[in-house]
């Protein structure tokens, strides 16, 4: 059985991450950080890590957890700036990293994206590669790096073009998910695919070392194999 933690609890894909660890049967504790309440409160299995400094966090690290989450994000509108967006989305997902490696925990699964590369000439997908080169670095048994495409659905702080494409996503999903999937996943297939791999990892069913789960694994894993 395994003990989970998730950073990204309340984000547009962790919480569906966050639902999923819940309702599993392979889950005994879940540990979330939030700043805020969390909409699952009544749930046995799950344990806050609740406090509005995120620098706190690291000293709420709980022991002997076998699995870290990590759907922690932001966009550049809702931090005020890139640099702002960079100390959540690499610094801070950095320091929990590490922090997970020095408590024990033996996989860690990120939801990084598509085309992320340090050596990108654009902001974002550099941030990303560097984060994923950073926390592989890390030397986790199993490092878990989940790249989806666009996410569909809606989501704050979005620029005119991105509410279009996903729009466009959204409509021919409901038409048919082939003409989707290829380029854009729904966020709780996202999810799925980041527990499913995760645990597959604990449980000693996926090789050692880094695994990365691109659009059509993330398809496979979060619908297609997905068991409620």
């Known amino acids: 059985m395994t003990s989970a933690v998730l950073a990204g609890s309340t984000g547009q894909v962790g919480t569906h991450i966050l639902t999923a660890l819940l309702a599993s049967p392979s889950t005994t504790t879940v540990s979330a950080f939030t700043r805020r309440d969390l909409p699952h409160s009544s749930s046995p299995k799950l344990h806050p890590l609740q406090s509005t400094s995120t620098d706190a966090w690291l000293s709420l690290f709980p022991p002997n957890a076998h699995l870290f989450l990590s759907g922690l994000g932001t966009s550049k509108a809702a931090a005020g700036s890139f640099e702002n967006q960079y100390k959540i989305d690499h610094d801070l997902n950095l320091a929990l990293a590490t922090a997970a490696r020095a408590a024990g925990v033996s996989t860690y699964v990120l939801i990084s994206a598509a085309g992320a590369s340090s050596a990108s000439r654009f902001a974002y997908p550099k941030m990303k590669g560097e984060l994923e080169e950073a926390v592989t670095a890390l030397g986790f048994k199993h490092t878990v790096i989940v790249r989806p495409g666009m ?23 409901r038409v048919w998910n082939g003409l989707k999937d290829p ?46």
């Open 151 to 173: 996410i569909s659905g809606a989501r704050e702080s979005a620029g005119v073009a991105e509410v279009v494409l996903r729009g466009v996503a959204n409509g021919l999903g």
């Open 183 to 228: 380029w854009a996943q729904d966020p709780v297939v996202i999810a799925r695919a980041a527990v499913s791999a995760g645990l597959e990892c604990v449980e000693g069913k996926h090789g050692e070392g880094v695994w990365v789960v691109g659009m059509g694994d993330i398809v496979r894993l979060g619908r297609t194999e997905w068991k409620e």
